[in-house]
């Protein structure tokens, strides 16, 4: 399998004041194109943080993210914009759509930074409401969406552009157990059957499961698991 | 690039409604600086046509040298002499030189509307005065008989004072008059006025045989240079010559610049405040989306399209402000009269007249606020920190 992601001797701090505070320090692995990687561990280990370290959200300290030869860590903030809009869908714990438009027109968003015509967006926005089950809530803000369905058109939007990898931070995490379970099978049959690499954060063992493997991040090294996925 | 910010651009705009409040308290406050400006710039408009609307080309105003207001001025028997003898001067089928001497004198009135005293020009004239006002004519009544304590009154003077109906008797300070007729020129600020026989006036106070303005009709309006020229070369004549109209626009000038002196800053200082207003209803607008925008920006938008959002909304609720102060203003005031102190401290009647200039100085002035006041904000959505899309609302 050839790697997506080459992470090099990663480590990332904060200073605050005076005080410097190390997250995680000299992290080195790969992540395969075609993974499903859950990664879990203690509040405050550092799990949001390698996320947007991979999305180009956030800069290491030290250390390269190296993704299919692009060096992120080293992209102006200019190009660095352009890259995550071609190469990375965001999943987020509180959903983060806009509360004025319609599900299609968050799921829109992505595509406006794009070349393709009014026509051109409104079939791929179709197909992607469609991926999720929600073709028929198109028009619907998301003040009149359930938390999952709300989950779904962030999913819908996160894909529409058709990005490498989904990076989801707790995507489950404000959700009940049947919505979670929804989301989980939809993440793992973008995976399997679209091929998108996803790396997901997560503190539930339930949900990890889902995955093809577990990394568990603890102050600040990395224990490998893999396992069955869940059926 | 467009997709970008129009994308951004509707979206701030449609969330304007989350921020109804502060919206709304900017969008009144712009349109209060916008119809204070327009007021005060519809006034001196106003009052400028008015005043601009009266005079002749062929008549010319002698006051003393740099006495700008007939009230400031004083000119002997003898200046009027050599002026009914001077080039340039029409005279009457008799051969009289149609020169005045004019004497101007202020008494107290009362207002209709206010019932308070207010400031009348009372002005003394001999019979060549009206034949240097085009368009005069007697309404009701006749001319008062020379030698007589008898009054004609301006048609503006009986619609805005009282107690000057015809055939009544007056007190005017220590004197008594009778009103004998009413008089029209057409609209000119001397409908704002009183007329009695100049020789009445000079016995009653005390100004000898002296004047204060000296009118002459001239043979055409080339013929002010002559005039001029003869003052010029005649060392006992001390005045400024100029035609009527200039005199007028020169009196308009002064008073209409002074209410836009006292305008302008007003309406700068209430601006400077309306600004503040604008900043911080932008500023809070900026942080309620504060997570939009680093979610956009994490998508890939660029900081310079969540700017622009920003600062077109800010641009917006200024419009729609200064649209709506433009708007009641000219509902409010446009036409509607009004009398104020002329200079000489005289009331002119005139109307607000709000023009296509002045609704463009108050759009302008709108959007400078809206500029500034969204200025700093749109700056800081630029530069929201991407890692506030995780913040929980
Ligand atoms: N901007 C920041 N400044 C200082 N410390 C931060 C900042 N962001 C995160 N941290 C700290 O980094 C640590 C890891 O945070 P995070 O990656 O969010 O952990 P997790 O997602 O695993 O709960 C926490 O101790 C947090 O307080
Ligand atoms: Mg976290």
């Given at each position: 399998m050839t790697s997506l992601y080459t992470l090099t001797d990663l480590s990332k701090g904060y200073t605050r004041g005076k005080e410097s505070i190390t997250i995680f320090e000299e992290l080195t692995m790969t992540i395969p194109e075609g993974d499903f990687m859950a990664i879990m561990g203690p509040s405050g280990s550092g799990k949001t943080t390698l996320l947007n370290l991979l999305g180009g959200i956030d800069r290491p300290t030290s250390g390269s993210v190296e993704c299919q030869g692009v060096r992120v860590d080293k992209l102006s903030e200019g190009k660095l914009a352009k890259w995550r809009s071609q190469n990375v869908g965001f999943i987020f714990q509180f959903y983060n759509l806009m509360p004025t438009l319609t599900a299609a027109q968050n799921v829109e968003l992505p595509l406006l930074l794009t070349g393709l015509s009014g026509k051109q967006r409104k079939e791929r926005v179709a197909t992607a409401l469609d991926i999720v089950g929600l073709a028929d809530r198109k028009g619907h803000r998301p003040r009149q969406l359930s938390g999952g369905q709300q989950q779904r058109v962030a999913i819908a939007r996160a894909i529409v552009a058709d990005p490498k990898v989904l990076l989801c931070d707790e995507p489950t995490g404000d959700l009940d157990r049947k919505s979670a379970d929804e989301i989980l099978e939809t993440l793992q049959l973008l995976n399997k059957d679209l091929g998108k690499t996803i790396v997901m954060v997560t503190h539930d063992p339930s949900a990890a499961r889902y995955a093809r493997r577990e990394l568990h991040l603890d102050k600040g090294r990395f224990v490998e698991q893999v396992q069955e996925p869940a059926q | 690039m467009f997709n970008q910010i129009g994308a951004v651009t509707m979206i701030n705009l449609r969330s304007i409604p989350q921020r109804a409040g502060l919206s709304l308290a900017t969008i009144i406050s712009i349109a209060l600086v916008t119809g204070v400006l327009l007021g005060f710039l519809a006034m001196s408009n106003g009052f400028r046509a008015t005043l601009q609307g009266t005079g002749s080309e062929s008549v010319a105003v002698m006051l003393r040298a740099g006495s700008q207001a007939e009230l400031n001025s004083g000119l002997s028997s003898d200046q009027v002499r050599l002026i009914e003898e001077a080039p340039g001067i029409a005279r009457d089928a008799e051969g009289a030189p149609l020169v005045s001497g004019e004497l101007f004198v202020i008494v107290d009135g009362i207002k209709r509307s206010s019932q308070t005293e207010a400031n009348l020009p009372l002005r003394g004239v001999g019979t060549q005065a009206l034949a240097l006002r085009d368009g005069f004519q007697m309404v009701e009544g006749r001319m008062f008989e020379p030698g007589t304590n008898e009054l004609v009154v301006g048609a503006g003077v009986i619609r805005e004072f009282s107690n000057f109906d015809l055939g009544e008797t007056i007190r005017l300070g220590p004197n008594e008059w009778v009103i004998v007729g009413i008089f029209s020129?057409?609209?000119?600020?001397?409908?704002s006025e009183i007329w009695a026989d100049i020789a009445v006036i000079q016995n009653l106070y005390n100004r000898g045989t002296g004047v204060q303005s000296i009118r002459a009709r001239l043979t055409?309006?080339?013929a002010i240079t002559e005039l001029q020229a003869y003052e010029e070369g005649e060392p006992r004549l001390n005045l400024d010559v100029q035609s009527e109209t200039d005199f007028f626009a020169g009196q308009a000038g002064g008073t209409a610049v002074l209410i836009e002196i006292i305008g302008w800053p007003l309406a700068i200082v209430m601006a400077i405040g309306a600004l503040a207003g604008a900043w911080n209803t932008m500023y809070s607008s900026v942080d309620t989306r504060m997570r939009e925008i680093a979610t956009l920006r994490a998508i890939g938008f660029s900081g310079f399209a969540a700017a622009v959002g920003t600062m077109v909304e800010s641009l917006v609720l200024a419009a729609i402000g200064g649209l709506v102060g433009a708007g009641a203003t000219y509902l409010v005031f446009n036409g509607v009269s009004a009398s104020t102190l002329g200079s000489g401290f005289t009331q002119v009647v005139f109307s607000f007249a709000v023009t296509g200039g002045s609704v463009l100085a108050g759009m302008i002035m709108a959007v400078i606020i809206g500029f500034f006041g969204g200025l700093v904000p749109a700056i800081r959505s630029a530069y929201v920190p991407l890692l506030t899309v995780h913040r929980s609302e």
């Open positions: - | 020129t057409g609209g000119s600020v001397f409908d055409s309006p080339e």
